[in-house]
Every structure is written in structure tokens, then in C-alpha cells.
Nanobody
Framework: QVQLVESGGGLVQPGGSLRLSCAVS????????IGWFRQAPGKEREVVSC????????IYVHSVKGRFTTSRDNAKNTVYLQMNSLKPEDTATYYC????????????????WGQGTQVTVSS
């Protein structure tokens, strides 16, 4: 059974950091690209970043460049989203999703999704 489980969300003050984890099971992580997405209240879900099986990371949202980084540990079947210098506009539910080998900014190509973890940036 394929499963992706996000964790690490919470409440953080502006300027703070969080590291989200996406633990996968039921498939071999090193054969899949993993994307991070977010959906803020009242807004459409957007793709934030993606990391390929070859460890190449792509950031799709300009506002997080230089602040967010993606990494993966295939041995732990886990992908991470390190978020630094958080801003109130980063508040959203964050999701990870798996896609067969190639990163994409197109959400529809992602086959498997986690349930999401809430990130709230507020003072």
C-alpha cells in the first residue's frame, strides 16, 4: 500500500524555521520524484518544489527561493522541505506527492499524495 505521510508542521513566528518531512512507504523512493505543494486558505494549491531521484531540486515559487530547500534520504524513505525565514504568507497546508521519476510543475501528473500538514506563520 502506497503511503505518504507529512509531518513537522506547526505554529512558528515570522522569521522562524520549520523542517517538514514526507515519509513514504509502499514504493521505492529512489525511483520517484517527490513534489511539495501548498494550499493557503481561499487559494488554489500550488507546487512549491520538487526533488528528482537524482537529487536535483527545483523551486517553482519565486517567493520561496533562497528560503526553502528540498532534500531526500532514500535510506530513510523520507524527503524533507527545510523552510527558513518564514513569512505569514507561507501559511498553508503543505502536501507531498510522488511522481514517476521526473519532476513536474503540473500537479495532475503526481500519482500519490499525502494528507498534508499545517504550517502557520504568525506572531
Amino acid at each position: 500500500q502506497v503511503q505518504l505521510v507529512e509531518s513537522g508542521g506547526g505554529l512558528v513566528q515570522p522569521g522562524g524555521s520549520l523542517r517538514l518531512s514526507c515519509a513514504v512507504s509502499g514504493f521505492t523512493l529512489d525511483h520517484y520524484a517527490i513534489g511539495w505543494f501548498r494550499q493557503a486558505p481561499g487559494k488554489e494549491r500550488e507546487v512549491v518544489s520538487c526533488i528528482s531521484p537524482s537529487d536535483l531540486s527545483t523551486i517553482y515559487v519565486h517567493s520561496v527561493k533562497g528560503r526553502f530547500t528540498t532534500s531526500r534520504d532514500n535510506a530513510k524513505n523520507t524527503v524533507y522541505l527545510q523552510m527558513n525565514s518564514l513569512k505569514p504568507e507561507d501559511t498553508a497546508t503543505y502536501y507531498c506527492a510522488a511522481e514517476g521519476y521526473y519532476c513536474s510543475g503540473e500537479q495532475s501528473v503526481y500519482d500519490y499524495w499525502g494528507q498534508g500538514t499545517q504550517v502557520t506563520v504568525s506572531s
